[in-house]
């Protein structure tokens, strides 16, 4: 067990939808990052936080947004969603968010009929 | 932009075989990480190389980072079924984001 939590496990939505994803990071982790990993694809960098602050931001569709809340949980909103964002979410947390090792939640797979 | 990348996309090797996949940074590093996912589960952290030249070993799995600190390897001798996943490294930005390579997925034939 990471110790970092992701909710739902699963999401299957239909075209044009919105959804939100969940995670709460490690105790004591400040910084939250967001990937997506698509089949047999590597993991896609979207977004990172730290306290609460966006940090950096990767290739996030404008249709996808982010935030850190003050207690450091994470949420992804994914809207006008399309067949194409059909992957695994991963959520993941380090202490301080400057290229320390990553404490990855177990994801969300998202399905979009 | 920065870039990672990891060569084999794929290996697949007889149990006892040995495996190696290598990773290149088009950007000096100030460290490496490697990563395991097992099919179904999520990237675990295995090890971090900081220093030019390091090399560290974990029971059959010896990582290597190189002397220019652009490039690592993973090597695992006689390859057991346990060993199955894909294998990710990582080398972080100048903004402290980690930017994975595109991995290497091993499968072993018992």
């Known amino acids: 067990d990471s110790g970092v939590t992701q909710t739902p496990k699963h999401l299957i939505t239909a075209t044009g939808q919105r959804v939100t994803l969940r995670c709460s990071p490690r105790s004591g982790d400040l910084s939250v990052y967001w990937y997506q990993q698509s089949l047999d694809q590597g993991l896609q960098f979207l977004i990172q936080y730290y306290n609460g602050e966006e940090r950096a931001k990767g290739n996030i569709l404008e249709r996808f947004s982010a935030q850190q809340f003050p207690d450091l949980h994470s949420e992804l909103n994914l809207s006008s969603l399309e067949l194409g964002d059909s992957a695994l979410y991963f959520c993941a947390s380090s202490v301080q968010g400057g290229g320390e090792k990553l404490f990855f939640g177990s994801g969300t797979q998202l399905s979009v009929l | 932009g920065q870039q990672v990348m990891q060569i084999p996309q794929y290996q697949h090797v007889q149990e006892g075989e040995d495996f190696t996949t290598y990773c290149n940074s088009s950007t000096t590093l100030s460290n490496i990480q490697w990563y395991k996912q097992r099919p179904g589960g999520h990237p675990v952290f295995l090890i971090q190389?900081?220093?030019?030249?390091e090399v560290k070993k974990q029971k059959r799995l010896t990582f290597q980072f190189g002397e220019a600190k652009k490039n690592s390897s993973l090597h695992i001798t006689a390859t057991q079924t346990t060993d199955v996943g894909t294998y990710f490294c990582?080398?972080?930005?100048?903004?402290?984001?980690?930017?994975f390579g595109q991995g290497t997925t091993l499968q072993v034939k018992p």
């Open positions: 190389l900081v220093k030019s030249g």
């Open positions: 990582a080398g972080p930005s100048n903004t402290g984001k980690l930017i």
